[in-house]
């Protein structure tokens, strides 16, 4: 077994990213890591449950060997032998982002020797984490344009603080990834709002988003389409989400409601979002890019994209993702612009 990997969580952001890329990484190269100083930047630093649940989950695909699995630990030693598909049923049991316990494992089940059914309880709308919605309509057609072979079912919503809700993921083991270049958008074929309230909640929430949305859309008239649901869940909650759709790109923005916040700032929070990166040259949103770095760096080939702006989660994911692989990488703080030399890598025999 090689020599474990040390990885000091207090660098860059300093939050669960670290241990999150850390790990996967580990998973799906079979490389011990160890990591100290975990969450060491936020007021509660170590291991809260959803990220031990991450640790479990992983160390169960990959068989680990693992000491300081243990909620609020800030030291961990994690040494994978394997990588196994399967049907897995992973429970975060408060309302932590089933989101960010999906993209820990996904690296390792893309190059598992068999396909995977992965089903994550906890929250899929919350605060600090990207929506079920971000996942399926933007997320999910990058890692396919990559190659990725997999589908996502939104089984159960789940909002702050009861959480409940659940994610099915479907992934089919592919030899490599290859290469993307999004060096353009393109031209904007349509916009798409979205407002879901779960039935706690009084029916003229999610009508006043979606009449915000279509005053302060008004320039987009001939592309928006609008749409309003009700969901069940534990806890009450509310979301709008807006695609964006270009020629050679889709980008997602989306706002969480909650007590006192009046749903026309709701909307107006996800338009923003979505006005702001309107005026950049940019081809991926800031969310996409932070998670796509690491795949583009498994890829065979060269991959090109502009981010609206470089965040410390994506300067922190290349540092990270540095210690594991040779891997050259080009980030312009100023133009948003990174250039990927893929290193090709592929599943073992």
């Not at 695909?61 to 609020?72: L, R, S």
């Amino acid at each position: 077994m090689p020599e474990a990997i040390h990885i000091d969580g207090r660098q860059g952001e300093g939050g669960g990213q670290i241990l999150r890329t850390s790990l996967a990484l580990a998973a799906l190269l079979r490389q011990p890591v160890t990591i100290d100083n975990i969450r060491a930047n936020r007021v509660q630093p170590g291991l809260k449950t959803q990220h031990l649940a991450g640790v479990l989950a992983l160390a169960r695909i990959t068989d680990a060997e693992v000491i300081g699995a243990h909620k609020h630990s800030t030291s961990l030693d994690f040494a994978p032998r394997t990588i196994k598909g399967g049907k897995y049923r992973f429970e975060i049991t408060t309302a932590g982002a089933a989101s960010m316990l999906f993209g820990a494992v996904l690296p390792a089940l893309l190059f598992a020797p068999q396909p995977s059914e992965v089903t994550i309880t906890g929250g899929t709308h919350v605060p600090f984490s990207p929506p079920f919605h971000y996942l399926d309509k933007i997320f999910l057609p990058a890692v396919r344009k990559l190659g990725g072979r997999l589908d996502l079912e939104l089984v159960r919503w789940g909002f702050y603080p009861k959480g409940g809700g659940a994610i099915r993921a479907h992934v089919n083991p592919c030899n490599t990834l290859r290469g993307l270049q999004l060096a353009k958008r393109g031209e904007l074929k349509s916009v798409q709002f979205a407002a879901c309230s779960s039935v706690h909640l009084p029916e003229h929430i999610v009508r006043r988003e979606i009449d915000h949305a279509e005053r302060r859309l008004q320039m987009y008239t001939d592309r928006l389409r609008t749409t309003a649901s009700v969901c069940e869940s534990y806890s009450p909650g509310n979301f709008v989400f807006l695609e964006a759709g270009y020629e050679h790109a889709t980008a997602g923005f989306s706002a969480l409601g909650k007590r006192g916040k009046p749903a026309e700032e709701v909307a107006e929070e996800a338009c923003r979002y979505f006005n702001d990166f309107e005026k950049t040259a940019a081809t991926v949103d800031s969310h996409l890019a932070d998670q796509l770095i690491l795949y583009t760096t498994l890829a065979l080939g060269d991959s090109f994209f502009i981010t609206e702006k470089v965040t410390s989660h994506l300067t922190t994911n290349i540092a990270v993702i540095r210690k594991f692989l040779p891997v050259e990488i080009d980030l312009n703080a100023t133009t948003g612009q990174v250039s990927v030399k893929g290193t090709g890598h592929t599943a073992p025999e």
